[in-house]
């Protein structure tokens, strides 16, 4: 059975700071990996999505990089602000089994706190 | 809509009630999922549509539970004799296809007392 482990559980930078959230996953065999963003209160925002055969994916100030085989993901944040402070979320859906398999097993989240 | 609409956003009901829940996805996403999120957890898979079929209901946890999609858009999570257990926040998720992106509602509270 697929876990998704995510690494710290909390963190607390100062404003301007670049960091790096750790998503690490037991089996390789997937098809997508995807990180959301969470609000208090909140439902999901998608903020990139990993096909299995690419390495990462940019948008804006963050990028996410994939190494399947070794099952590893980062999001990585360039200079950080008080507004990306939120919960973030990596989701692996695996590879269509013939059973349907295509829901999204995800981590618990790293809670980020960005500090004026 | 322009985004995937869940109602109601909140709902407190007694044990042993029974409870629906209610999706509205994006226009034209056939693909439609709903998910159990506990604090301070992720999200966990209940079951997934493709059209008006539930191709995969492997994370419903028991018979209490059961969902439709009757007309491949609109989709309601029911929940028969409600146990303070349940008490969660309910996601809905739609895409265009399973391999697309997928995009989250805001969720249904459900306190369960």
């Known amino acids: 059975k697929q876990e998704v482990t995510q690494i710290p559980a909390a963190l607390s930078v100062p404003e301007g700071e670049n960091l790096v959230l750790n998503c690490s996953f037991t089996?390789?065999?997937?098809?997508?990996l995807q990180w959301f963003r969470q609000d208090p209160g909140k439902g999901l925002t998608s903020l990139l999505l990993?096909?299995?055969?690419?390495r990462e994916q940019t948008s804006g100030r963050l990028n996410a990089s994939l190494d399947k085989s070794s099952g590893r993901s980062t999001l990585y944040i360039a200079a950080s602000q008080p507004g990306d402070s939120a919960t973030y979320l990596c989701?692996?859906?695996?590879?269509?089994?013939?059973?349907?398999?295509?829901?999204?097993?995800f981590g618990k989240g790293t809670k980020l706190s960005v500090i004026p | 809509g322009a985004g995937v609409s869940q109602t109601p956003s909140n709902k407190v009901t007694e044990k042993g009630k029974y409870v629906e829940l209610r999706c509205d996805p994006i226009?034209?996403?056939?693909?439609l999922y709903w998910y159990r999120q506990s604090l301070g957890q992720g999200p966990e898979f209940l079951i997934y549509?493709?059209?008006?079929?539930?191709?995969?209901d492997s994370g419903l946890p028991n018979d209490r539970f059961f969902a439709v999609r009757p007309e491949g858009s609109v989709s309601t999570l029911k929940i028969q004799r409600t146990e303070r257990g349940d008490s969660a926040v309910y996601l809905c998720?739609?895409?265009?296809?399973?391999?697309?992106?997928?995009?989250f509602g805001e969720g249904s509270w459900l306190t369960v007392v």
């Open positions: 089996d390789s065999a997937i098809y997508n």
């Open positions: 549509f493709q059209g008006t079929g539930a191709a995969d």
């Open positions: 990993i096909q299995s055969s690419q």
């Open positions: 989701a692996v859906k695996e590879g269509y089994s013939g059973a349907g398999s295509y829901q999204l097993t």
């Open positions: 226009s034209g996403h056939t693909a």
């Open positions: 998720a739609s895409s265009l296809g399973p391999a697309a992106t997928i995009y």
